[in-house]
């Protein structure tokens, strides 16, 4: 479209634009950078066409420049998206890496994995793991401790709430019984809702 433009406006006055294949390549040429403004100087008489022609080629500089960087953007995007599918799995391949660099030792892996509050049950065993290599059993015999310690905690938790709530639940049983009572018609119904 601008060799065809710079052909029909500048094919009397200039070399470069005598036909089309000139002006196709000089378009091309400008649109790489390689443009020349004194080219348009050579128009003598003229001083419109001189103007026009300073603009045609700022016209073709820019739109060719818009139109490579659409051209990268649509590159890039594709790429990203190419990319974006992928992401999760490349994600997922380094926690599955890692889990290997990270995973449960069977002899140091109860006094190194163990939660804050219940390190202080391992406290009596550090010495024996430093000076000694620890055992599997020593080390599954810690880690039954420990969540032994954590059972024991929340089953007391429970325990203590459970007697906390008992009168409540003993009151909340006896106003349902009163509610059962009270709407019973008959006898049998009334005796059924005592039981």
């Not at 490579?68 to 649509?74: G, M, Q, R």
């Not at 390190?119 to 065993?125: A, K, M, Q, R, S």
């Not at 310690?149 to 938790?157: E, R």
């Not at 709430?161 to 009270?182: D, E, Q, T």
């Amino acid at each position: 479209m601008f060799a065809i433009i710079g052909n029909l406006n500048f094919l009397l006055e200039l070399n470069e634009y005598k036909g089309i294949f000139e002006s196709l390549i000089t378009v091309l040429d400008a649109s790489i950078g390689n443009y020349d403004f004194t080219l348009f100087d050579k128009i003598e008489g003229n001083e419109f066409l001189v103007i026009l022609g300073n603009i045609f080629v700022i016209c073709v500089v820019i739109t060719f420049n818009i139109l490579i960087l659409n051209l990268i953007i649509a590159i890039l995007a594709n790429t990203y998206n190419i990319y974006d599918e992928k992401s999760s799995g490349l994600y997922l391949s380094k926690i599955l890496n890692t889990r290997d660099d990270m995973s449960f030792d069977e002899n140091y892996g109860a006094l190194l994995l163990t939660m804050t509050p219940l390190n202080v049950i391992v406290l009596p065993y550090v010495p024996y793991a430093v000076f000694q290599e620890p055992s599997p059993k020593l080390n599954t015999s810690v880690t039954i401790l420990q969540y032994l310690v954590f059972i024991l905690v929340i089953y007391a938790i429970f325990f203590v709430g459970s007697i906390i709530m008992m009168p409540f639940a003993y009151l909340k049983a006896l106003v349902n019984k009163g509610h059962k009572f009270m709407k019973a018609t008959t006898m049998n119904e009334k005796g059924m809702a005592i039981a």
